[in-house]
């Protein structure tokens, strides 16, 4: 119980710490919002797609693929689209908060957290199966987001714009480079691939400090209806749901670790400006990325603790 205990601070205190020095900064007048929007666009367009990278070009690919793991993940998620685009409309009959609501229940922050529990539980290297199902999980999230934003808004959805949109997601750039070098067996020089772990090495520490300047948990939304809905649905009934599910399917180790992540990481931070982007309510958006990256320090924590303390994790 007392190595569960651990375990999971191991997790939760470094994200905790980070975010702090963020929020720190921000109140102290050292760093604003506004100036932080810049880093955020670099973390988007730069960082993350090189940890991905970096993950991917590392990844040992002669034990195969998760397949298991992968079919699962995705009739899980076409599960939560489903759940995602049907359930908010019946409590909210705004199809601005509505959309906004789904997205957050499907679109989880799951690189960053990924990549940050994994490595906490298993040390340097251990984020294998959570970059692996990464490939899988990052498109089908993007897409569901845009799907369920766009219905909302027009009514219906061009697969065409749909696809040219996942493929200029820089995730899905970055992957796909990775994948290319893999297949072509491409050598990086030494000097090129230090910049790139140097890069890659940097992002969870750059991006949770990035989230700590963004949040401001004084600033409520005016629908707390609307925001306490995506909040639980997010952190509680999709976890609650599809965790047990993962246990009874006999996902143990990593492979557990990497579905927590899918479904109970907090709602992305790309989920603000995709919202506002596409007509739907960005204020909800950026409080439903606050409000449940706050709570998912004590959720992943529990989580973590409760599946250490029963040998599953």
């Given at each position: 119980m007392?190595e569960?205990?651990?375990a999971?601070?191991?997790?939760?205190?470094p994200?905790?710490?980070?975010?702090?020095?963020?929020?720190?900064?921000?109140?102290?007048?050292?760093?604003?919002?506004?100036?932080?929007?810049?880093?955020?666009?670099l973390?988007?367009?730069?960082?993350?797609?090189?940890?991905?990278f970096?993950?991917?070009?590392?990844m040992?690919?002669?034990?195969?693929f998760?397949?298991?793991?992968?079919?699962?993940?995705?009739?899980?998620?076409?599960v939560?689209?489903?759940f995602?685009?049907i359930?908010?409309?019946?409590?909210?009959?705004?199809?601005?908060?509505?959309?906004?609501?789904?997205?957050?229940i499907?679109?989880?922050?799951?690189i960053?957290?990924?990549?940050?529990?994994?490595?906490?539980?298993?040390?340097?290297?251990?984020?294998?199966?959570v970059?692996?199902?990464?490939?899988?999980?990052?498109?089908a999230?993007?897409?569901?987001?845009?799907?369920?934003?766009?219905?909302?808004?027009?009514?219906?959805s061009s697969?065409?714009?749909?696809?040219?949109?996942?493929l200029?997601?820089?995730?899905i750039v970055?992957a796909?480079?990775?994948f290319?070098?893999?297949?072509?067996?491409?050598?990086?020089?030494?000097?090129?691939?230090?910049?790139?772990?140097?890069v890659?090495?940097?992002?969870?520490?750059?991006?949770?400090?990035s989230?700590?300047?963004?949040?401001?948990?004084?600033?409520?939304?005016t629908?707390?209806?609307?925001?306490?809905l995506?909040?639980?649905?997010r952190?509680?009934?999709?976890?609650?749901?599809?965790?047990?599910?993962?246990?009874l399917?006999?996902?143990?180790?990593?492979?557990l670790?990497?579905?927590?992540?899918?479904?109970?990481?907090?709602?992305?931070?790309?989920s603000?400006?995709m919202?506002?982007?596409?007509?739907a309510?960005?204020?909800?958006?950026?409080?439903?990325?606050?409000?449940?990256?706050?709570?998912?320090?004590?959720?992943?924590?529990a989580w973590t603790?409760?599946?250490?303390?029963?040998?599953?994790?």
């Amino acid at each position: 119980m007392t190595e569960s205990f651990f375990a999971a601070l191991r997790v939760v205190v470094p994200m905790m710490l980070l975010m702090l020095i963020g929020w720190l900064s921000r109140t102290q007048g050292m760093i604003t919002r506004d100036s932080m929007k810049e880093y955020d666009r670099l973390i988007f367009k730069i960082f993350m797609p090189t940890l991905l990278f970096k993950n991917i070009y590392d990844m040992d690919f002669s034990q195969g693929f998760a397949v298991k793991e992968m079919i699962f993940a995705s009739i899980c998620l076409l599960v939560i689209f489903i759940f995602a685009y049907i359930v908010p409309r019946i409590f909210v009959k705004d199809g601005n908060k509505s959309s906004v609501i789904g997205q957050a229940i499907g679109r989880g922050n799951y690189i960053l957290f990924g990549v940050a529990v994994s490595e906490a539980l298993y040390g340097e290297g251990g984020a294998g199966m959570v970059v692996m199902l990464g490939v899988l999980v990052i498109p089908a999230i993007n897409t569901f987001s845009a799907v369920i934003l766009e219905l909302n808004r027009s009514g219906k959805s061009s697969p065409v714009k749909l696809f040219i949109a996942i493929l200029k997601n820089p995730m899905i750039v970055g992957a796909i480079i990775a994948f290319i070098f893999k297949a072509f067996a491409v050598s990086i020089p030494a000097p090129v691939w230090s910049v790139i772990k140097s890069v890659a090495n940097s992002t969870t520490t750059v991006s949770f400090i990035s989230l700590g300047v963004g949040l401001d948990m004084a600033k409520s939304h005016t629908d707390k209806f609307a925001l306490t809905l995506g909040i639980v649905l997010r952190m509680l009934v999709i976890p609650l749901i599809f965790m047990p599910l993962s246990v009874l399917a006999g996902f143990r180790g990593q492979s557990l670790c990497a579905m927590m992540i899918v479904f109970a990481a907090p709602s992305a931070v790309a989920s603000y400006p995709m919202a506002v982007a596409m007509g739907a309510d960005g204020q909800l958006a950026g409080q439903l990325v606050c409000t449940t990256t706050v709570l998912s320090v004590f959720t992943i924590f529990a989580w973590t603790f409760v599946l250490s303390s029963m040998g599953l994790m």
